[in-house]
């Protein structure tokens, strides 16, 4: 076969521009610090690329959500400990209103805080973290509780935040499981139950022993008060130990991201100081092939 100058600087241009095109790719990949910067660079990288960030966005979904939990549970319980104290008081004044030495005024005086302190439970029944109701499930945007204490329709469904793959946790509290308004025996709710100690306490037929029955009543509610914040404190123990094990998690997929798509600097580097050097021996080479023809002794 015939090899003409043609042929010959042709092929030369030809490796020139693959060198120039492998000079290239190492120094985008020093640039950006990836394997790749396009699909086409690896196809493979980027289909498990997009498998393992898909991954990681899931975990940091998980990380977000945890927050949403902890902001229910920590103020839920920040609720329940100040109804907690509300209803110690009720039962203090409760104590001090069978004493045979208090009259009916001083009676009412103690039936005009145990309103006042009625009251403060509604508000507290009623406790809203941003926009939402936290005591009435679902129904976020309705209050739970109307002014006189009476329950304002049926709650929503409760409230859960999946915290993993599969895994949700419930983050609500039942405004009946805390307050306990039966709504097919009123009279059994916390809040029915303090309007009658009130109407009792003004009422001055009424005896020492009418008003010291209403302390069993009270015991049961602040005993299901405790016991749903203790439900909160489990709930909050096993949060922290998800919590720890989506961070694990996180991690884990992180580093699978970076092994995948991160370049190896230190070899891409030597790798683009051995292309130089196959350029300039490239180049060399080239000089030599393009030789002075026959036209140039011709000029």
Avoid: C
């Amino acid at each position: 076969m015939r090899v003409t100058q043609g042929m010959l600087s042709t092929n030369m241009l030809r490796n020139l521009s693959s060198s120039y095109q492998r000079m290239d790719k190492y120094q985008d990949q020093l640039s950006t610090g990836k394997k790749i910067n396009r699909p086409s660079d690896d196809p493979v990288i980027a289909m498990k690329g997009i498998t393992y960030r898909t991954s990681l966005a899931e975990t940091e979904q998980y990380k977000a959500n945890f927050s949403e939990a902890y902001n229910w549970i920590e103020n839920s319980d920040a609720a329940l400990d100040k109804a907690t104290q509300a209803m110690q008081r009720i039962r203090e004044l409760v104590v001090q209103a069978s004493n045979d030495t208090y009259d009916s005024s001083q009676r009412g005086n103690i039936a005009a805080e145990i309103d006042q302190l009625k009251g403060h439970l509604v508000t507290i029944a009623n406790t809203q973290v941003g926009d939402k109701y936290i005591f009435n499930g679902t129904k976020t945007l309705e209050a739970p509780i109307k002014e006189d204490g009476t329950r304002n329709g049926l709650g929503g469904n409760e409230v859960k935040i999946e915290l993993s793959k599969g895994i949700y946790m419930p983050v609500s509290i039942d405004t009946n499981a805390v307050f306990t308004h039966d709504t097919a025996n009123p009279e059994n709710g916390l809040f029915s139950m303090l309007d009658k100690l009130s109407a009792d306490l003004k009422d001055g037929t009424k005896t020492n022993t009418d008003i010291n029955k209403f302390l069993t009543s009270l015991d049961t509610h602040i005993d299901k008060t405790l016991n749903t914040r203790a439900e909160l404190g489990a709930r909050q123990n096993r949060l922290e130990m998800m919590e720890d094990r989506v961070d694990e998690q996180e991690v884990i997929a992180q580093r699978i991201v970076s092994d995948n798509e991160d370049a190896d600097i230190e070899r891409v580097i030597t790798d683009l100081k051995t292309q130089e050097s196959v350029h300039r021996a490239a180049l060399g080479v080239g000089s030599r092939i393009i030789q002075p023809s026959l036209m140039d002794f011709l000029r």
